[in-house]
């Protein structure tokens, strides 16, 4: 989306060869849904560059590109339904960033996933910052289990000491319970 701006634009667009790219489904991607300029392995970029801007440049009508979304900057909060009629209806999924509805936006063969707040994401990226949502989910849920296992272990052992064997048998109980649950999450934390 960001290369199509680019070339809406009037800018000028080039591409890391995909069989080049170390990550081609990105180069991959920006060739379908825009048709850059240039398409090169990444050696030949950098003795382009110094070429192109050395190049007069040719004059074109630049368009503006007009930002349907809602960003910070603006100065007034459009309603819900002028932000459905621009960008359309929201989609199920939520912002990584600020856990604000997501809508997805189609131009041509491209997606983008957009936040009231500006934050947008294609949808490989989205899926990422998913990932690592998860992720970091995951490991607050195991210290905070690993921790109520530690609380309840000294719980137990000072109902121990009192004396209190049914007080200690439930804290026993529940530390077993929770150290299933923590193993549960570990497993699933070495498999991400």
Not at 115 to 142: D, K
Request: positive net charge; glycine residues 6%.
């Amino acid at each position: 989306m960001g290369l199509r701006q680019i070339k809406d634009a009037g800018g000028m667009t080039i591409v890391q060869e995909p069989s080049d790219a170390l990550y081609p489904d990105m180069p991959r991607n920006a060739i379908q849904i825009v048709e850059p300029d240039y398409v090169v392995p990444l050696r030949e970029i950098r003795t382009l560059l110094p070429r192109l801007i050395q190049e007069p440049v040719k004059e074109k009508v630049m368009k503006r590109f007009k930002d349907k979304g809602m960003k910070p900057e603006n100065e007034r909060i459009k309603s819900g339904l002028k932000i459905n009629k621009d960008m359309g209806p929201p989609s199920m999924f939520v912002c990584p960033d600020c856990n604000g509805p997501l809508w997805e936006m189609r131009d041509g063969k491209a997606a983008l996933f957009r936040c009231m707040v500006g934050h947008s994401f294609g949808p490989e990226n989205l899926f990422a910052a998913q990932t690592e949502e998860v992720e970091r989910a995951l490991w607050i849920a195991l210290r905070a289990l690993e921790e109520r296992i530690a609380l309840q272990q000294k719980l137990a052992e000072r109902a121990d000491s009192q004396k209190r064997d049914r007080s200690s048998r439930h804290f026993r109980n529940n530390v077993r319970e929770n150290s299933k649950h923590a193993q549960v999450i570990r497993k699933i934390l070495e498999t991400l």
